[in-house]
């Protein structure tokens, strides 16, 4: 049994990083049809999915680490001799940030609301759990 838990952890993965299900099946040494009855199973799409949010949090923090010696590579061509890379990386520097400070009030005014909502919810919660039943 290990072996076909092995076998659909591979597929899972392969098909989690984009591979065809006919590339995928062929990579493993596994028929087609069966790689497609086992995505027939809600628990192997859902290993699926998992394996894809996995890959993508990783992802995104490479992506952040990049971001940041991305800006200081920016911060450093700001102050370039030449007056056309400086122009540009203020630009590139002025419109990121407006853009990453907007997010950020975004994200701010949802959890916000978000709170408000989740505290309304309880609230009303409270107050049936409180009513009499007829």
Same mark, same amino acid.
């Given at each position: 049994?290990?072996? +076909?838990?092995?076998?659909?952890?591979?597929?899972?993965?392969?098909?989690?990083?984009?591979?065809?299900?006919?590339?995928?099946?062929?990579?493993?040494?596994?028929?087609?049809?069966?790689?497609? +009855?086992?995505?027939?199973?809600?628990?192997?799409?859902?290993?699926?999915?998992?394996?894809?949010?996995?890959?993508?949090?990783?992802?995104?923090?490479?992506?952040?680490?990049?971001?940041?010696?991305?800006?200081?590579?920016?911060?450093?061509?700001?102050?370039?001799?030449?007056?056309?890379?400086?122009? +540009?990386?203020?630009?590139?520097?002025?419109?990121?940030?407006?853009?990453?400070?907007?997010?950020?009030?975004?994200?701010?005014?949802?959890?916000?609301?978000?709170?408000?909502?989740?505290?309304?919810?309880?609230?009303?919660?409270?107050?049936?759990?409180?009513?009499?039943?007829?």
């Amino acid at each position: 049994m290990t072996i +076909r838990r092995d076998i659909n952890e591979l597929l899972a993965a392969r098909l989690a990083a984009g591979l065809t299900v006919r590339d995928a099946a062929a990579e493993l040494g596994i028929g087609e049809k069966t790689a497609h +009855r086992r995505l027939a199973d809600p628990a192997f799409r859902q290993r699926i999915a998992e394996l894809r949010r996995e890959m993508t949090a990783r992802a995104i923090g490479q992506l952040a680490d990049g971001m940041t010696h991305a800006v200081d590579e920016l911060r450093r061509l700001a102050s370039s001799a030449n007056e056309g890379i400086r122009l +540009r990386a203020c630009i590139a520097l002025l419109d990121h940030g407006l853009k990453a400070a907007a997010l950020a009030d975004l994200e701010e005014r949802i959890q916000s609301i978000e709170s408000r909502v989740n505290h309304a919810n309880t609230a009303a919660t409270l107050g049936q759990d409180r009513s009499p039943t007829g």
